[in-house]
């Protein structure tokens, strides 16, 4: 399912985001039933509209947007090209007059622009209000409840970064003495711009400890997402503490730090209990898990809130061949998550180069990165840090 976009205007005067565009529109295909379909949209100025208007429709005016369907009529929706790409069509709009009628309305060009986009895509569809007054009305219900879904979605809100403070108690913990204090890392973190923070309560204490955790617990001011095994005595903690959320991840004593994702379908009963137990508590539950369909279906059925998607494979990538084949299954996990209702985070081993392609996928809320941030404020510093690698998040998620 992809939108293509075209600009054929003045994008220097417009400034168009097309990759907002882009989201907006692949939200579009799939809320209004057309998932795993493909449209293209030509942006252009008022001159090529009044073109395209008198020379396929006799209307020798310039107008805000055309439709162009592959496909006429109700039996078939599109068409399936050679290599099984389901075409619905070409969507036109002006620019130019799109901006005149945003003034007019008193909104962004960007809102204008999305709603022509909903409008163009309700026709490619079969949906027309020059037919009658009874489909006029349905057309314009169907097209305020998306643009109303629509800035509500995920699609609409920029990747959030949270950050895990394990390794400043990492180097605390190597002298056995109190600096550097990982709850004043939290704090630098939020200053800078961070949405959440991260600690791993491991049972062997080896970086956080139980004094840190209360401490954040009462001192962080954004999200306070504990990761932790799914062991007795830590759920004790965990149910006690109540942290704004908990992420589960399978832990073992040699490891250096989580080598891989759950085994959610290996041990449903176990993790349902423990998630049943959190949501009595008021505690959503995320699943790390590699990006498998088998992990995604399984952490649904157990109950999970949320899956955080394994992205250590991808980062690791000997190879730019593999770490392609990598992303691609992070995207479509995550694709198949969303569908599914859950919520998508994604985290491991994400550094300053390997961020941005996983926060430009539209599906996927948040990113849990702890040790490149930790490691570069080594050099520049814990605010400065920070401050790049949300930028990097930012400029990927491209909203503003
Ligand atoms: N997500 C999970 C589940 C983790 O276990 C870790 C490591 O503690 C991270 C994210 C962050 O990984 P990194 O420190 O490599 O950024």
């Known amino acids: 399912m992809s939108a293509h976009f075209t600009v054929n205007c003045d994008s220097d005067h417009f400034r168009i985001n097309v990759k907002l565009l882009q989201r907006r529109a692949r939200w579009l295909l799939r809320h209004t039933g057309t998932p795993g379909h493909d449209v293209s949209v030509l942006l252009v100025d008022d001159e090529e509209i009044r073109w395209l208007n008198s020379n396929y429709r006799n209307k020798s005016e310039a107008t805000n947007v055309l439709s162009f369907p592959l496909n006429e009529g109700n039996e078939a929706l599109s068409v399936v090209d050679s290599i099984g790409v389901k075409e619905l069509g070409d969507i036109i709009i002006s620019v130019e007059t799109a901006e ?222 593999v770490r392609e084949e990598e992303y691609q299954l992070i995207a479509s996990a995550a694709e198949e998550a969303y569908q599914m209702g859950l919520r998508v985070n994604a985290g491991h081993g994400l550094d300053y180069q390997t961020t941005a392609r996983i926060a430009a996928l539209d599906t996927i809320e948040e990113l849990s990165i702890g040790h490149a941030i930790i490691a570069r404020a080594v050099f520049v510093g814990l605010d400065q840090a920070v401050r790049e690698m949300r930028k990097i998040v930012r400029d990927a998620s491209m909203i503003f």
């Not at 008193?106 to 009874?134: A, F, I, M, N, P």
């Not at 349902?272 to 995320?286: F, N």
């Not at 699943?287 to 394994?310: M, N, R, S």
């Open 100 to 321: 005149r009628e945003a003034e007019k309305l008193g909104v962004s060009l960007h809102h204008r622009l999305t709603w022509l986009l909903t409008h163009g895509l309700l026709h490619l569809q079969g949906y027309d209000h020059e037919r009658s007054e009874k489909e006029a009305l349905e057309m314009w219900d169907l097209e305020q409840k998306l643009i109303r879904q629509l800035h509500n979605s995920r699609s609409n809100q920029m990747t959030q970064l949270a950050i895990n403070v394990d390794h400043v108690a990492t180097v605390r913990n190597a002298r056995g003495i109190t600096e550097p204090d990982p709850v004043a890392a939290a704090a630098i973190c939020e200053l800078a711009g961070a949405a959440g923070i991260v600690v791993h309560l491991r049972e062997d204490r080896r970086h956080i400890n139980d004094r840190d955790v209360r401490l954040l617990r009462e001192t962080i001011k954004t999200r306070m997402n504990l990761e932790m095994g799914a062991n007795k005595k830590i759920i004790e903690i965990a149910l006690d503490l109540k942290p704004d959320m908990v992420t589960l991840v399978p832990e073992k004593r040699q490891e250096l730090t989580t080598e891989g994702g759950l085994n959610v379908s290996g041990q449903k009963k176990k993790l349902a209990r423990t998630i049943s137990r959190m949501r009595k508590a008021g505690i959503p539950v995320s699943l790390f898990i590699d990006p498998e369909a088998k992990q995604v279906k399984a952490a649904h059925a157990v109950g999970a809130t949320y899956v955080e998607l394994h992205t250590g494979r991808y980062c690791d990538a000997a190879n730019e061949t």
